[in-house]
T-cell receptor, first 115, second 117 residues
Framework: GEDVEQSLFLSVREGDSSVINCTYT??????LYWYKQEPGAGLQLLTY?????DMKQDQRLTVLLNKKDKHLSLRIADTQTGDSAIYFC???????????????FGRGTQLTVWP | GAVVSQHPSRVICKSGTSVKIECRSL??????MFWYRQFPKQSLMLMAT?????????EQGVEKDKFLINHASLTLSTLTVTSAHPEDSSFYIC?????????????FGPGTRLTVT
């Protein structure tokens, strides 16, 4: 089954805040990441949070981590139309087998920003 | 951040032919690269881990003889889809793992859209 789960769609108006949520199952994950994917493009690393942190802010982006509930969220302040994309949550997980450093991805949340 | 390129960005080939996709780290050396496959509106599925100078490690269910991976240098990994069929049509993305200030990060290439007719 899925290790990382996200809601598939989110629509917001330009200027509002967007909150994208993610739940994960592996409590031993060291890092949790947020990636952005624009149509037809690869993934762009947006931000990450170390597992011993509760919050990290980077300009318009705020990441909140609740380790007890294994819940991660990404808040985008003052959302712009250019923020429309798919956002992937990913965890590092424990060293499963021989693939040290692999990432486990959610299915992605399609964020649509309306003008 | 670090830059990873892929070539070609888009390829259309006939069924039964082989296609090679290149993944390059442009401004750093990567001992480990990953190859992912992404279906429309789906997450990324890890296909294999490519380690420079050694054989790739494939995920369960991925055919080694069909998806040949070569990581001949610290800046280049290639994925060859052999005897491609329409069901191999997909978006293939590579990533390179680097250690930056004590932690590992993965930087992704822009992806290659493969269409097999």
């Amino acid at each position: 089954g899925e290790d990382v789960e996200q809601s598939l769609f989110l629509s917001v108006r330009e200027g509002d805040s967007s909150v994208i949520n993610c739940t994960y199952t592996d409590s031993s994950s060291t890092y949790l990441y947020w990636y952005k994917q624009e149509p037809g493009a690869g993934l762009q690393l947006l931000t990450y949070i170390f597992s011993n942190m509760d919050m990290k802010q980077d300009q318009r982006l705020t990441v909140l981590l609740n380790k007890k509930d294994k819940h991660l969220s990404l808040r985008i302040a003052d959302t712009q139309t250019g923020d429309s994309a798919i956002y992937f949550c990913a965890e590092t997980g424990a060293d499963r087998g021989s693939t040290l450093g692999r990432l486990y991805f959610g299915r992605g949340t399609q964020l649509t920003v309306w003008p | 951040g670090a830059v990873v390129s892929q070539h070609p960005s888009r390829v259309i080939c006939k069924s039964g032919t082989s296609v090679k996709i290149e993944c390059r780290s442009l401004d750093f050396q990567a001992t480990t690269m990953f190859w992912y496959r992404q279906f429309p509106k789906q997450s990324l599925m890890l296909m294999a881990t490519s380690n420079e100078g050694s054989k790739a490690t494939y995920e369960q269910g991925v055919e080694k003889d069909k998806f040949l991976i070569n990581h001949a240098s610290l800046t280049l990994s290639t994925l060859t889809v052999t005897s491609a069929h329409p069901e191999d049509s997909s978006f293939y993305i590579c990533s390179a793992k680097i250690r930056d200030r004590g932690q590992y990060e993965q930087y992704f290439g822009p992806g290659t859209r493969l269409t097999v007719t």
